[in-house]
Nanobody
């Protein structure tokens, strides 16, 4: 059964850090780029960052640059999102998603919901004092 399961969310104070994990099963992670999205209360879901299947290419939106780092361990079928210097506006449900099926994803990735093949159910991150 194909699954992406996020974990690592929770309550953290402003300025703190969290590392989210996306554990995958049921498909060959090596063939897929992985993206992280988030949805804040009352807002649309938005892309955060993504990593190519090879792990050699990453992309991130402006608010994530310099604070959030995506990485992957294909041997463990897991992708990580390290989040530092967290702000209250980072409060959201964080989702990982897989995109793949072609050579392009070997060295590229896209932060577009409509190209994602598989989704996790999300993990809640709350940044509050």
């Amino acid at each position: 059964q194909l699954q992406l399961v996020e974990s690592g969310g929770g309550l953290v104070q402003p300025g703190g850090s969290l590392r989210l994990s996306c554990a995958t099963s049921g498909f060959t992670l090596d063939n897929y780029a992985i993206a992280w999205f988030r949805q804040a209360p009352g807002k649309e879901r938005e892309g955060v960052t993504c990593i190519s299947a090879s792990g050699h290419f990453t992309n991130a939106v402006d608010f994530a640059k310099g604070r959030f780092t995506i990485s992957r361990d294909n041997a463990k079928n897991t992708v990580y999102l390290q989040m530092n210097s967290l702000k209250p506006e980072d409060t959201a449900v964080y989702y990982c998603a897989a995109e793949g099926g072609g050579q392009w994803y070997r060295h590229s990735c896209a932060l577009a919901e409509n190209v994602m093949d598989y989704w996790g159910k999300g993990t809640l991150v709350t940044v509050s004092s």
